[in-house]
Nanobody, 123 residues
Framework: EVQPVEAGGGLVQAGGSLRLSCAAS????????IGWFRQAPGKEREGIGC????????YYLDSVKGRFTISSDSTKKMVYLQMNSLKPEDTAVYYC????????????????WGQGTQVTVSS
């Protein structure tokens, strides 16, 4: 069973950093895309970016470009979301999700989801 598990959320002051991790198991790491999403209260889930081992990472959300970095460690089957220069508007529940094949920006393209981890950025 494909089951990603996120970790690393918490409370941080504006300007600070956090690194989220996504432990992925139950599938061939090289054949899947792992995406990062977030959802703030009352808002739709939005795609931050995605990584696939053979294609590297891509970012969908303009507001995080240059501040967030997605990386992976295939030997550990881990994907990371490094978040720097955090802003209060980054406050949300962050999810990693998995889909076979190529990356995609829309959350409905992904079939397997972690439970989410809360990130709260105080001003």
């Amino acid at each position: 069973e494909v089951q990603p598990v996120e970790a690393g959320g918490g409370l941080v002051q504006a300007g600070g950093s956090l690194r989220l991790s996504c432990a992925a198991s139950g599938f061939t790491f090289d054949d899947y895309a792992i995406g990062w999403f977030r959802q703030a209260p009352g808002k739709e889930r939005e795609g931050i970016g995605c990584i696939r081992r053979s294609a590297g990472s891509t970012y969908y959300l303009d507001s995080v470009k240059g501040r967030f970095t997605i990386s992976s460690d295939s030997t550990k089957k881990m994907v990371y979301l490094q978040m720097n220069s955090l802003k209060p508007e980054d406050t949300a529940v962050y999810y990693c999700a998995v889909r076979p094949g190529y990356c995609g920006s829309y959350y409905l393209m992904y079939s397997s989801w972690g439970q989410g981890t809360q990130v709260t950025v105080s001003s």
